[in-house]
């Protein structure tokens, strides 16, 4: 087993004249960063969730199969959201992120692949952050708090091979501020989408990253791209990866080809799911982080068709680390953390490698 840091780029930022004379998403799509990342030269960096002050990133990829899983720390505790619109989530520690609950922070949150059994990671984030003495104090020991979300990619490889408490725990020991790795790696390692029309027309995908810095705020992301439905570009309209035609060989569109009358194989629910990570540097109360983590969930609209289906858990959590000391405007964080999540999504598609018989965006561009 193996695992995996990110490189140590610095992202370039658009500034407020850009963003207010573009509006926010053209200015923001049209923003380029100055370094790549580690698996795809081609692909350039606008940004990582680590430029979030208080947040740490660590991957653990399994060899034997593309699998993994993601840690996002927060060792200095955060303020915790949560917003769950697919129809079959699986998730660990979710009720307490609900605003009316007495916990108020998290230490970490952890996405996985491994579909249910891949929970079992966040038991390795809770043993390496007890360790280290941190957690919720209920005097007689510290609780540490790791909510997690996990995505099905059993069917990629060896189903037998999942994600466990160790993974979860080297994915800790492996944590950075510096920008993480994308693409096949960590919870994106066994990622596809475009599942619509069967498992055989589908493409590989992966996780990303994306961040956002205005008037002294960050708002970042990192989301790993499970999804049953295609991903399209916002700047341009077009399916960048999805469900491919019967040959294999051209992107089929999956919505043009439902409105065309073409019948849908059966699926099992609960078989894709994108799940991903806001943060900001903002002071949020747990309501208002809530809130964030519902705004952010436009991101995956922009990008993703069909999305938040029945055969999707798609789960975005938030978190306020409060490291700028600014209030919150809330309306502008979230509208920030839907624009870095369609980022987000993007990257995981274009920072993707071809694996286990799924082409991914590169191929298709040949």
């Keep these: 087993m193996t695992s995996n840091k990110g490189d140590d780029s610095s992202p370039s930022q658009p500034t407020r004249r850009e963003l207010l004379r573009g509006g926010l998403a053209a200015a923001w799509l049209g923003i380029i960063g100055d370094s790549a990342t580690s698996q795809s030269p081609d692909v350039k960096r606008v940004g990582a969730i680590t430029d979030v002050a208080g947040i740490k990133v660590g991957h653990f990829t399994d060899p034997r199969r593309p699998t993994g899983c993601t840690v996002i720390l927060v060792e200095e505790s955060a303020v915790g959201g949560l917003d769950v ?11 307490l992120l609900n605003p009316i609950n007495t916990v108020q922070v998290v230490h970490a ?3 996985s692949g491994g579909s249910a059994f891949g929970l079992d990671t966040a038991t390795g984030a809770m043993r390496y952050l007890e360790e280290r003495g941190i957690g ?15 995505l099905f990619d059993l069917g990629v490889g060896d189903a037998k091979i999942r994600p466990d408490a160790e993974a979860g725990y080297k994915a800790c020991k492996a944590a950075a501020a510096t920008a993480p790795a994308e693409g096949n790696i960590g919870a994106g390692a066994g990622a596809t989408v475009g599942k619509l029309f069967g498992m055989s027309r589908a493409m590989k995908s992966g996780i990303g990253t994306s961040a956002i810095k205005l008037e002294g705020v960050t708002v970042g992301a990192i989301v ?10 916002p700047a341009t309209g077009k399916v960048i990866a999805g469900a491919r035609t019967k040959d294999g060989k051209s992107l089929l569109n999956s919505m043009a080809a439902i409105v065309r009358g073409e019948s849908l194989p059966p699926l099992l629910a609960g078989t894709a799911t994108t799940i991903g990570v ?7 109360t747990k309501t208002q982080t809530s809130k964030v983590a519902q705004m952010a969930h436009d991101g995956l609209a922009r990008t993703i068709n069909p999305v938040h289906t029945a ?9 306020a680390t409060g490291k700028s000391s600014k209030p919150a405007n809330v309306t502008l964080i979230g509208a920030l953390a839907a624009e870095v ?6 990257r995981a598609i274009r920072s993707a490698r071809a694996t286990a018989g799924f082409p991914s965006a590169a191929d298709m561009e040949r």
């Design 85 to 95: 619109r697919g129809a079959a989530p699986g998730t660990r520690e979710t009720d």
């Design 109 to 111: 949150i952890m996405l």
């Design 136 to 150: 919720f104090n209920v005097l007689v020991a510290r609780v540490p708090i790791v909510p997690a979300a996990i």
């Design 224 to 233: 790993a791209v499970n999804a049953v439905g295609d991903v399209f570009d």
């Design 278 to 284: 806001v943060a900001t540097d903002a002071v949020l």
């Design 311 to 319: 055969y999707d858990g798609d789960t975005i959590f938030a978190l």
């Design 341 to 346: 999540v369609a980022q987000a999504v993007l």
